[in-house]
């Protein structure tokens, strides 16, 4: 009877201590696994570090070690996808971004990052896609959005690029770089005292930035505020980083030059001549340059130049037609006026200088013509409409 009542207990007993063995295996396995996460979180830190200081081997050794240890780490998976763009090895990033997304689907970083590959890869319908995904996901971070609006120009979607934007630009107000994007997109829709106006705001808030100087510079010359433009492109033209831009110093003699500085304009555009000196427009400027300031014979030969690299440009045809006026050579000036006309037949200026040789070659009827076709044009030109009253007096 005794041990009727004996062998329950035991079992019980038994019972007790493999369950009691069971737990605490358990909770070795649950110590080991927090160990090695929190071993992975310190080399994940390590790795980091060395990705940020350039240093890609080491960091590729450390986020290799790290994942032996904690293989389903969505930021070590990040990070080895970083490493491997480094590398140029953009399957094997495309890969362990998929491995990350499966990790923690809501980390916008995986898909800013397949943004980037398929970029690379020339597939920008694919790379559009991960870069909405990233702005979904996180739509504080600036880099995204600007990622997104540039698969939109890529894409042939420039507009709703430059919306996209703007209608960022207040969310982001303490940011100069939104405003310089919207400010270059601004300058390829032609709109360029909008684009002036944001790019000064992208100015005044990164004073140092001299890639936004610049923009603001060429926004202010394509726009005719050629005396504000000329203060910035000289300031930029002084620096190192920019004295050697013969772009640059182009804009800004033409500046001077329609500002009316033009002995300054002619020592800008000498630099520019020194600087590229098969740039047609270049010479064009100089000519100007010297015509304005009586030196007929010097603007003659920076003509001829420009015409000898570009036949048909119509401002160097335009200023050869000046000179031949000056020298009383009415039948040849009528030519190159013809000439430049025919270059752009949008120029009224050309128009009614081939108007106004007629003119003086005792053709009014013909001339007056010509400033009627101006005045079609163009109905509030004021040089045409004076020159046709010349006419009927």
Known sequence: MRLKYTLPVILTILALAVGCNDNKSKAKEEARAKWSKARATVLYGLAKDQYATGNFEPARKTVTDALRIDPDNGQLRVLSAKLAIEAGSLELAEKELERARQVNPKDPE??????????????????????????????????????????LVVMGRSEEALHLLQDKVVYFEHSAVIRDAVGQLLLGFKKYDEAATVLREASILATNDLTIREHLGLALFFGGQYRDAASELDTLVKNEQYAKRGDLWLALGRSQLESGSVRQARQSLETAAQLDATNASVWVALGRSAFQLGDFKRAELSVRRALAMDPDNGEARLLMGYLRLKQNKLQEALVCFQRASNADKSDTTSLCMVGYTLQKLGRREEAARYYAKALKLKPADDMAKKLLASVAE
């Open 110 to 151: 995986a898909d800013y990052l397949s943004g980037v590959v398929y970029q690379r890869w020339q597939r920008p319908d694919q790379a559009y896609s991960f870069y909405n995904s990233a702005c979904e996901k996180d739509p504080n971070e600036l880099a995204y959005l600007l990622a997104k609006s540039e698969m």
